[in-house]
Structures are given as structure tokens and as C-alpha cells.
């Protein structure tokens, strides 16, 4: 007798700046559980959260995958006709009643309000398995300030930064330049601590284009991280696995473009970059950078899936960890499934050991005794 499918809860979009980044990802991860190999262990059930943080059913959701964009205004409203709900407020106000049939969670979500271990939360309340990180790995792993302090204290190499708040940079934005001056120098990089996908990135050449990025920055967070820009290629590796089984790294890959540095409109739009896999990188680099992808993963508390960044300086041989990505982009253009496609295992199958593990790595019962 055949068992009945796991119905598996897609969520996509989000209250982030990387909405349609979610949006795209999704497909991408819908198309592998409707695969013929998944059709018939998997109902798939999407879910759509839309840019003010509101849950919609599958009607919704099945709507703006197909039509690969955010929900409109006019699709909103018909929505909240139809569901009784007002548009008046908006966040969580509730799961849609087809929600409570999900036995897995695969929250396809990247940046704040998804990545950051706020979702995570709920779904460990829910005593429902998910895929990818718990609340300690997703919220470590986003905020880059805490997730560089975590790799530090691993004694893991990366580049010279330092940590800086929206509040210095309204205060005393001279003497704070001042000090980025000396300790990191020019070219450096601002970043808000807390967005992924490039997002709020700037690169600071003078101090002119320093104190614009920190206001940048500032704007969109109040943590930020500034880094020491060096030559370097950027390699990435991919991780996933957790629990009892351990820990497995990728092959290696390089992200290859032309722009000046690799920034959102170079990341998601065609032909701006391309991708090596693998790397044409000396075999010892490759196997150290697969070890601390792992050890990354470790010191963050991250498991299930993640994506990790390196620098690479060919004139030294120095390998610096960049960062850690615990919800890594499935889109068109995205290391992570073209890494283990590499590796020897093609989308559907990657999808499905997520979803299998996650039965594993999350365990609802997790401090409460078996009655």
C-alpha cells in the first residue's frame, strides 16, 4: 500500500527587500518537487507572503509564481474579498487555513523577516519541520557583524573589518571616517550587517563615496559592517546535510564579471556574470576551502543548507572567508544548485534530501520530554 505524499509548504516572497529575488528562487524549487521523480512523494502546497509581511493561501501564491512578479494591487484586493482579511494592517495576523496540513516547511525566503531566524521561530512553535537552519544558525549566519565575531572566535581567517552602528555614522560621521581611514583604508566596502543579495552595498573609494555608503547603510540598518576591499577572486562553495549524518561541502566554484565589483544589478541579471565549476584553483585551495565552508557552518550554528563565500588571493595564496548565506538563492543564475548539480546530485534529488533531512535536523520534541 502506497503511503499518502508529505504535503511540503512553499513560502515565498516576503517582507524584504528581496522579494523578487524569493520570488524566482520559488519557481525554481516548485519546478524540482513536480518533477516526475518528486510528483508522487510530494503535495505541494505554496504560500505567498507579501511585501508588508500579510500570509496568503495557495490560490495567491500559485498566481505569482506563475507570473514570476510580486502580487498586485488589484491581486491583493481580490484576495482580501475573497479571504474576509483587510489590507489595513499589515505582518502576521495568522497561518491561511490550509497551512495547518503541512508536515514540512520550506520557507524559500531570503533577507530579514525570512532568513533571520523570525520564521525559523515560528515554525519551532509549531512543532513543524523545515528546511534549513534553526533560529540560532539563521539569525547568526544574517546578521554579519554577529556571524564575523563568530567566525573570529573559530579562529577563521577573513578579511580586516569593523563593526560600526547607524548611530555613529549620524553623530560623528568625521571621526569615524577618520578611523575607518586608518584601520581599513581604501578601497573599502560598507554593508547594512543585516541584508543579503547585495543589497546596500557600496563600494568606498574617497571619503566622499565613504560617507554616502554609510548613509546608504545606515538607512536601511542600524548594524553595519565595513571591510578592507583586497584583489582577490571570490569562490563559494555549498553545504548541506546536518544532524546525525555530518556536514557536506561542494565541489568549488568562481563567480566570473566584468563590473567593478559583484553587485546586485551584476548578481540577477543575465549575462553580467558567469560561473566556472569547477574552479580552477590549486587542489590544496579547493580542499581547504570545502573544510572551512564546513567549519563556517559550524561556528555559526547553521545546518540543512547553506552557501559560503571566499576570497582568494592568487599573488599570496591567502583564502579569506567572506560569509555565510544560510538560505542561498535557487534561481537561474545561483551557485548553490549549479554547485551540486556539479557534484553529482541534480536539482530534484537536492530538493528532496533537504526536505528528508529536515524530518532530522528538526526535531519538535527538541528539550520536551516524550509523554
Not at 327 to 342: I, K, N, R, V
Request: glycine share 10%.
Amino acid at each position: 500500500m502506497n503511503s499518502s505524499p508529505t504535503a511540503v509548504g512553499l513560502i515565498l516572497g516576503g517582507a524584504s527587500g528581496e522579494h523578487a529575488v524569493s520570488i524566482r528562487s520559488a519557481a525554481t524549487v516548485a519546478a524540482a518537487l513536480r518533477h516526475p521523480s518528486n510528483a508522487a512523494r510530494y503535495a505541494l502546497h505554496c504560500f505567498y507572503i507579501d511585501p508588508q509581511g500579510r500570509w496568503w493561501g495557495p490560490e495567491l501564491a500559485d498566481a505569482v509564481l506563475a507570473q514570476g512578479s510580486p502580487a498586485s494591487a488589484e491581486q491583493l484586493e481580490a484576495a482580501a474579498r475573497q479571504s474576509g482579511h483587510s489590507l489595513a494592517r499589515g505582518g502576521f495576523r495568522g497561518l491561511p487555513a490550509a497551512a495547518l496540513e503541512i508536515e514540512v516547511w520550506f520557507p524559500v525566503l531570503h533577507g530579514p523577516n525570512g532568513e533571520d531566524g523570525t520564521i525559523q521561530g515560528l515554525f519551532t512553535l509549531m512543532q513543524v519541520p523545515f528546511v534549513g537552519s534553526g533560529v540560532l544558525g539563521s539569525a547568526v549566519g544574517m546578521d554579519k557583524q554577529a556571524m564575523k565575531a563568530a567566525f573570529a572566535a573559530t579562529g577563521l581567517p577573513q578579511v580586516a573589518y569593523a563593526c560600526v552602528s547607524a548611530s555613529q555614522v549620524a553623530s560623528d560621521p568625521e571621526a569615524l571616517m577618520g578611523q575607518l581611514e586608518t584601520q581599513l583604508g581604501y578601497p573599502c566596502f560598507v554593508k547594512p550587517a543585516n541584508l543579503g543579495s547585495s543589497v546596500g552595498i557600496s563600494k568606498a573609494t574617497d571619503r566622499a563615496s565613504l560617507l554616502n555608503g554609510l548613509r546608504t547603510a545606515a538607512a536601511l540598518d542600524p548594524r553595519l559592517v565595513v571591510e578592507q576591499g583586497v584583489t582577490a577572486r571570490e569562490l563559494e562553495c555549498a553545504v548541506k546535510g546536518g544532524g546525525s549524518a555530518p556536514l557536506q561541502a561542494s565541489v568549488l566554484g568562481e563567480i566570473c564579471f566584468d563590473a567593478d565589483w559583484y553587485d546586485y544589478d551584476t548578481k540577477y541579471s543575465e549575462g553580467k556574470s558567469h560561473t566556472v565549476i569547477p574552479a580552477k584553483v590549486p587542489e590544496a585551495i579547493t580542499e581547504r576551502a570545502r573544510a572551512m565552508a564546513i567549519e563556517a557552518c559550524g561556528a555559526v550554528g547553521a545546518m540543512g543548507l547553506a552557501r559560503v563565500d571566499f576570497f582568494y588571493s592568487e599573488a599570496s595564496g591567502e583564502l579569506w572567508l567572506n560569509e555565510i548565506n544560510t538560505m542561498p538563492g535557487f534561481t537561474s543564475q545561483s551557485m548553490y544548485p549549479m554547485l551540486w548539480a556539479s557534484s553529482g546530485i541534480p536539482l530534484p534529488q537536492l530538493v528532496c534530501e533537504l526536505i528528508e533531512g529536515a524530518r532530522e535536523w528538526h526535531q519538535p520534541s527538541l528539550g520536551v520530554p516524550t509523554p
